[in-house]
T-cell receptor, first 109, second 114 residues
């Protein structure tokens, strides 16, 4: 039970922003929202995580709704190398990660 | 981000033999490491949680006598697949927990049992 719901696939034009949604309506107060991505035949790569405030780093921005029931990962200028499966995962600091199906993002030229 | 390595990256072995996969955190100490398995076109499935200096905790359905995990130091965990069979062929991935509980994943090891 991954506890998050993501669309199975999305397309994005190269150079445009990619907005990947995630629903987590049953999130509990001490669970963080983590985002990882997996490029084909590689290990997952950590992107960003947050608790309730929006977060930004060199890779992406994370927008969490005020009720924390959903979030959006934003890749501001998608490139072809951003084509990957993106996983939204809830984690109670230190516990193991449960991977769902993720969203397969295809960035097209 | 932190770097986690795995060795070997790819291994082919005969049915009935054992294979050891190493997972190292290169620039940080990891009290906890995790082992995952991923079959083609599927998501990662957690196999076990490895804590330095103690016995690993296995997920339901994962045989601890078949998948031996040793976490002898803060930078090294090993997974040994004993008496491997073709159905054990998979992509094995380890991860190490950082100070802010984010997990850093290794590049994975593709095991093929013939």
């Amino acid at each position: 039970d991954a506890k998050t719901t993501q669309p199975p696939s999305m397309d994005c034009a190269e150079g445009r922003a990619a907005n990947l949604p995630c629903n987590h309506s049953t999130i509990s107060g001490n669970e963080y929202v983590y985002w990882y991505r997996q490029i084909h035949s590689q290990g997952p790569q950590y992107i960003i995580h947050g608790l309730k405030n929006n977060e930004t780093n060199e890779m992406a921005s994370l927008i969490i709704t005020e009720d924390r029931k959903s979030s959006t990962l934003i890749l501001p200028h998608a490139t072809l190398r951003d084509t990957a499966v993106y996983y939204c995962i809830l984690n109670n600091a230190g516990n193991m990660l449960t991977f769902g199906g993720g969203t397969r993002l295809m960035v097209k030229p | 981000g932190a770097v986690v390595s795995q060795h070997p990256s790819r291994v082919i072995c005969k049915s009935g033999t054992s294979v050891k996969i190493e997972c190292r955190s290169l620039d940080f100490q990891a009290t906890t490491m995790f082992w995952y398995r991923q079959f083609p076109k599927q998501s990662l499935m957690l196999m076990a949680t490895s804590n330095e200096g103690s016995k690993a905790t296995y997920e339901q359905g994962v045989e601890k006598d078949k998948f031996l995990i040793n976490h002898a130091s803060l930078t090294l965990s090993t997974l040994t697949v004993t008496s491997a069979h073709p159905e054990d062929s998979s992509f094995y991935i380890c991860s190490a927990a950082g100070r802010r509980y984010e997990q850093y994943f290794g590049p994975g090891t593709r095991l093929t049992v013939t």
